[in-house]
């Protein structure tokens, strides 16, 4: 077994066990967490399953982006739930949810605190050092998680270096991976178990954590690009609502976005 699956499976051991079932599908290398959820399935329909591949040939992130990390250096990681307390919609509820539970992951684990971005780019001042992206795949809800994290972003394909940032970047010093999965597994295998219950303290733990409350943004909108300035978040939906330059309010779901600052 190579060492980082070794370290690993020591690290969720606890995840493994009752109440919360979860299995581990690692492989070293593999195209897309996301498709490795599939192989979690073999064994039958397990309540939770955590996929993670030390390097990703083809990532993906969102609006078909493509998603990079340096192979052995950073987190590439999907967590699959079956059945969900909440059906499978990928909800704005729920995206801006994985955001927090992954922001309080990374300052657990490594006393980071970053900054979200909508509806859930991970970031750190103007740079992102990590990216979610909620699927479904076979009636399971899926969400891919990527973080830098021990990489340089020298390592990083050119257009992408000035935009981000990594953990050792910030902390001058390398951390522990396993650590940081254990924490986002845990914390999202713990809001599933509570059927959500901390939802809406999640969404204003969202709207404390973003970055751009207040201030007047460039948005996408229905494909139509608007400057608003972001007033807060829709308790009930989750939805970031907006105020036009004539003082139309306008909200964005999961599938809008901003565009610049
Ligand atoms: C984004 O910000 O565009 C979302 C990035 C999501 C990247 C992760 S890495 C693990 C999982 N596998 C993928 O191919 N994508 C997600």
């Known amino acids: 077994m190579e060492n980082f699956e070794k370290r690993l499976r020591d690290a969720l051991a606890e995840l493994f066990l009752p109440p919360y079932g979860a299995v581990l599908v690692y492989r070293e290398s593999f195209t897309s967490t996301n498709d490795l959820i599939l192989e979690g399935l073999s064994g039958g329909k397990p309540p939770a399953i955590i996929a993670v591949a030390n390097s990703q040939t083809r990532g993906r992130g969102r609006q ?51 900054e ?29 998680i990527g973080i830098n994290v021990n990489s340089s972003p020298e390592e990083f394909p050119e257009e992408v270096r000035e935009k981000i940032t990594t953990v050792k970047q910030l902390l001058g010093h390398e951390v522990d991976r396993a650590c940081i999965i254990y924490h986002i597994a845990k914390n999202f295998l713990d809001y599933f178990l509570s059927k959500g219950a901390e939802e809406e303290a999640l969404l204003m733990e969202w709207a404390s954590r973003c970055r751009y409350l207040g201030k007047k943004q460039r948005i996408l909108v229905g494909g139509e690009v608007v400057d608003a300035i972001v007033r807060d978040i829709d308790r009930q939906t989750g939805e970031l609502v907006c105020e036009d330059e004539k003082g139309n309010t306008i909200t964005l779901s999961v599938v809008d976005s901003i565009l610049a600052e």
């Open 64 to 114: 078909e982006h493509r998603w990079f990390s340096v192979a052995g250096k950073d987190i590439t990681t999907s967590l699959g739930f079956y059945p969900t307390n909440f059906g499978i919609a990928i909800t704005t509820r729920y995206a801006l949810a994985c955001a927090v539970l992954v922001a309080r992951a990374l300052q657990n684990a490594c006393g980071i605190s970053v």
């Open 116 to 144: 979200l971005k909508w509806p859930n780019d991970l970031v750190i001042g103007q740079k992102k050092i990590g990216g979610i992206l909620v699927l479904n795949l076979h009636r399971y809800l899926v969400t891919g």
